[in-house]
């Protein structure tokens, strides 16, 4: 009684809130092995030494089961990182969705494996837009980017389609020291940009880049624009654009109709031309919505969330 009555003072007055956890010895000294292991740890190389190249990318039907059968070493909500050197970077993947699971499926099935080889640190967030609204990609991922950052402490952000998956492990799905396009060389374009300013399909920006744009435009509602606004900020905020070699950065993208739900109205697009003067008003600043549900999958974290309407908008 002694002893633990002369710990527990001590460790009062040492370590103050921690307190309760003290006199358990055994957590004690187990966060203390962890912490000096984190100590330790060496900054991954810049280049991952396990890379192969191109790989084929096939459209067939894998069960979520079976992804993770093979994924059993992620943790809870699509979170992996390196086993035995610490990331430079820690990487949100945000996916704008609703009613495309084969095509998460196929993306998972690729991309969890993908990232673990290139010793990526990362969190997976699927975005998830109720029925009978008009889908709005571009609110989504201002939705992914703000849930996001509370969950972890992130400072690369890649916002994906679901329906493209890379061909080549070369592709460093990383953060630059400018916004990177990396849809830039897609099988159903012929591996080459359709227009020089093309800005949509994946992009990855730094948590300081992404504040600087005042994140995506929140009024962007059906298909298009939305992506060409988003460049004109990143010119705006006096940043360029970067994009991988054509030949490593060489992706599959799926074909599909488009969505019901998600045509395109156009009622925006005048808005593309005037993202320097509206980035400042409309964008993460003026973000709404309500999560109706989230939810920690092995292989991802989900919200599904209402975004409102365009009517409101
Ligand atoms: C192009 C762009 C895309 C976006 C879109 C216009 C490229 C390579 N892609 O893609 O980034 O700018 O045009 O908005 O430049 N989604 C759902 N459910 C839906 C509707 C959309 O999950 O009902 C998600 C899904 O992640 C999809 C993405 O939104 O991949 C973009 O929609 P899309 O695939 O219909 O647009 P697409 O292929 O024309
Ligand atoms: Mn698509």
Known sequence: MCGFYLNSSLVLKTYGRDVEFRPNFQTQSSVTVKVSKMEEMPLCPEHPPNLTGPFIVEEKNVSIKDIMSVN???QEGGKGKPENCKARQKIAIIIPFRNREPHLSIWLYYMLPFLQKQQADFGIYVLEQIENTTFNRAKLMNVGYSEAIKDDDYNCFIFSDVDIIPMDDRNLY???????????SLDKFNFKLPYETIFGGI???????????????????????????LYNRVIAAG???ERLDPQIAKSKAILHKRDPGNEKTGRSFHLINQAAIFMHTDGLNSLKYDVIKSHRHKLYTKFTVNVGSSEKN
């Open 239 to 241: 940043m360029r654009i």
């Open 174 to 184: 990383r953060c630059s020291n400018n916004p990177k396009h990396m849809a830039n």
């Open 203 to 229: 992009v990855a920006f730094t948590k300081e880049q992404f504040i600087k744009i005042n994140g995506f435009s929140n009024r962007f509602w059906g298909w298009g624009g939305e992506d060409d606004e």
């Open 72 to 74: 059993s070493h992620l």
